[in-house]
Nanobody
C-alpha cells in the first residue's frame, strides 16, 4: 500500500516536498516512481529511483528542478520540487514496481504494479 502526501498550494518559484510511504516487508526492495496528471492531459512520468537509490531518472520537463530520493529505513520515497511553475500543477501519484527496469520502461505507467491515491499540487502564478 502506498500513501502519498505533501501536496498543496504554492506560488510560482516556491518549493514543496512530496512523500510516499509504503507498507509491507518488501517495500524497500521495490523501484519507485512519481507520475503526474493535469486535467485534460496524459499521465506524465516525473521521476524514478531504484531500491538502493543508486539509479534515478527524471522527466525532461522537471529535470534540474525536481529530485527523487528514498529512505528505506522509513519505507518512504520523497520528491523535492523546487522552482515550481504553474505548469507543474497536477495530481502527483507514487507507484511501485518489482524489478529494476530501464530508462525506457520506468517512464511507462503500466509497468508499475502498485499505485497510491495521489496528492494535488497547485502552483499559482
Amino acid at each position: 500500500q502506498l500513501q502519498a502526501s505533501g501536496g498543496g498550494l504554492v506560488q510560482a518559484g516556491g518549493s514543496l516536498r512530496l512523500s510516499c510511504a509504503a507498507s509491507g516487508r518488501t517495500a524497500s526492495t521495490y523501484t519507485m516512481g512519481w507520475f503526474r496528471q493535469a486535467p485534460g492531459k496524459e499521465r506524465e512520468f516525473v521521476a524514478s529511483i531504484n531500491w538502493s537509490g543508486s539509479t534515478r531518472y527524471t522527466g525532461d520537463s522537471v529535470k534540474g528542478r525536481f529530485t527523487i530520493s528514498r529512505d528505506n529505513a522509513k519505507n518512504t520515497v520523497y520528491l523535492q520540487m523546487n522552482s515550481l511553475k504553474p505548469e507543474d500543477t497536477a495530481v502527483y501519484s507514487c507507484a511501485a514496481r518489482r524489478g529494476a527496469g530501464n530508462q525506457y520502461t520506468l517512464r511507462v505507467a503500466n509497468t508499475y504494479d502498485h499505485w497510491g491515491q495521489g496528492t494535488q499540487v497547485t502552483v499559482s502564478s
